[in-house]
């Protein structure tokens, strides 16, 4: 997501700042600023846009001199892509500043409590409220440390914060929850990253900072702090990648990390509308007048976006009872269909610039349906003229087969379905409760599976040579079939059919051979027997059976060639977890045939044109 930079030592600090995010520009952002400390007053230059419009706008450093200061590229998430929002962003009187990645889910009670105080707001960005609340502690401590101590307290979400305070010259400090914060140690000068590519051309002698450690630079010299304000000793690594691999995080590929960074992307897209323990949708247009109102629902999209609008379909449909249907929106654009006035048109894209979606949605609104949009990419055109939007919190995704944008579709479809379902009395109280503790454990055992992705790579050289296979699953299964078999032949180029398992003797059947991959999808207790003898028909006619079940499921147990088990879940989340060995293992396939997994042929990450 945003990339973040800090620096205190004798060189100008906008020049180390500037090439320091220039080095964090592949994590995708819209807009970028910095801000330096010199004799008491803290300068402040941002923009929409890119970094090369602020190097301009500051002369490449030089009408911002000084030796200490902060930087950021921001990917929007709350609040437009625009200069205000952009980082820096700072209190009142400018006596602290701040940049931030993350996400500050209780930013509206902050808001109220310091308005209260007198706090005025200009920005629409969660971080503000940040900074003010620290400002606000720092009035009454006159002391970086305890304020942040007390802030943070207060502060829910995940964060990493990089901060200025301006009566305290050649000092950074910085704090981090959940997201990744590095400090860098050079001979009289150090760095705050949050990601070590900016820095390594300076220095490779680094701490990485604890989960709620807070740090401190002054000029060659790093301390830390626990939550308690007592300092930590910690000991200096040495990094030992070279920038491409660092860039990836240590991770061969993007995609790879970015399959790493589902559990996040599913824990930021719930948390972007679980407050105090509910789920609440008005802020992303919804009432209970408008939910109850619904007779029909639209589902539109393209590519993976549409995979995880076909679980949802099984998943609204079951929870909340409201007819479904699911919609390619290169189709869905040139038909003529009677459309009832009170359906709600969902429309899914990462991108939120596809062009059949685009123009989907735009007939959806000509005929008068009311238009959701779920979208990664905050500003986008879809997300401007949506009625309302969803934002998932995937952060920006560079590998062009989508992983954790995915997976942050599918946790966004789960929330409409178990709010709707509450909300039209199709659930009692238990099992909501049951399904709001299942969904935050799902980030948990996303990590669990990847923990034993080894299994897959392992597997994954039989099929170097193969060139054709078949994902089979029924209902949500079925679904996750059909992404699983996206993956597989979007970057192996080994072609790939999903089937809807009940169909395989009308056809697919016939192309079966020895060997052939035949990947089969059970979640579903009551599928179990029903998918498992259509996997049998395959086997016997010499298929290499790979079962992804749920944990416990005891069918084909002895018959299938590999069997890897995913956590239990209650059973409309399961594509969640079955999904990511088949994301593995299109991964790994792609690896063993040595191509470029990022960048697959003839492909884009973003199609906008028809
Ligand atoms: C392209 C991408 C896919 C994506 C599809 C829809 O084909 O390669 O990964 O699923 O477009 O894109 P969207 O941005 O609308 O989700």
Known sequence: MCGILGYTGNRQASDILLNGLAKLEYRGYDSAGLAVLDKGEIKIAKNKGRLKVLEEKIKSGHEISGTCGIGHTRWATHGEPSDVNAHPLWSDDKDVVIVHNGIVENYREIKNKLSEHGYKFYSQTDTEAA?????????????????????????????????????????????????????????????????????????????????????????????FFDTEGYAKPKELSEVTWDMNAAEKGGFEHFMMKEIHEQARAVKDTFGSVYHSGKINLNEIGL?????????????????????????????????????????????????????????????????????????????????????????????????????????????????????????????????????????????DDSYYEKLMSDIQKLPEKIDEILDAKETLEEIAYKFVNSRNAFYLGRNIDYAVAMEGSLKMKEISYLHS?????????????????????????????????????????????????????????????????LIFYVPETDEHFAASLAVIPLQLLGYYVAVARKLDVDKPRNLAKSVTVE
């Open 131 to 223: 900074v003010k609340l620290i400002d606000f502690y720092y009035k009454q401590e006159k002391n970086p440390l305890k304020a942040i101590l007390k802030a943070i307290k207060e502060i829910e979400g995940s964060y990493c914060f990089v901060m200025l305070f301006k009566d305290f010259p050649d000092e950074v400090w910085g704090a981090r929850k959940d997201l990744p914060l590095i400090a860098g140690q050079g001979k009289d000068e150090s760095f705050l990253a949050s990601d070590v590519s900016a820095i390594l051309q300076d220095t490779r002698q680094v701490y990485y900072l604890d989960n709620m450690e807070i740090v401190q630079l002054k000029k060659g010299v790093v301390r």
């Open 287 to 427: 009432n209970d007048e408008n939910i109850k109102s619904i007779s029909q629902i639209y589902i539109i999209a393209c590519g993976s976006a549409y995979h995880a609008g076909a679980v949802a379909q099984y998943v609204i449909e079951d929870l909340a009872k409201i007819p479904v249907r699911i919609e390619l929106a290169s189709e869905f654009r040139y038909r003529n269909m009677p459309m009832n006035k009170n359906s709600l048109a969902i429309i899914i894209s990462q991108s939120g610039e596809t062009a059949d979606t685009l123009a989907a949605m735009r007939r959806a609104k000509e005929n008068g349906i009311k238009t959701l949009a779920i979208v990664n990419v905050v500003g986008s055109t879809i997300a401007r003229e949506a009625d309302s939007v969803f934002y998932t919190m995937a952060g920006p995704e560079i590998a062009v087969a989508t992983t954790k944008a995915y997976s942050a579709q599918l946790i966004a479809c789960y929330v409409l379905a178990m709010q709707f379902a509450k909300v039209r009395n199709e659930i």
């Open 497 to 561: 059919e999903a089937i809807a398992a009940g169909e395989m003797k009308h056809g697919p059947i016939s192309l079966i051979e020895k060997g052939m991959l035949v990947a089969g999808v059970m979640t579903q207790k009551n599928l179990y027997q029903k998918i498992a003898s259509n996997m049998l028909e395959a086997k016997s006619r010499g298929g290499f059976l790979l079962i992804v079940a749920t944990r416990g499921c005891e069918n084909l147990k002895e018959e299938a060639d």
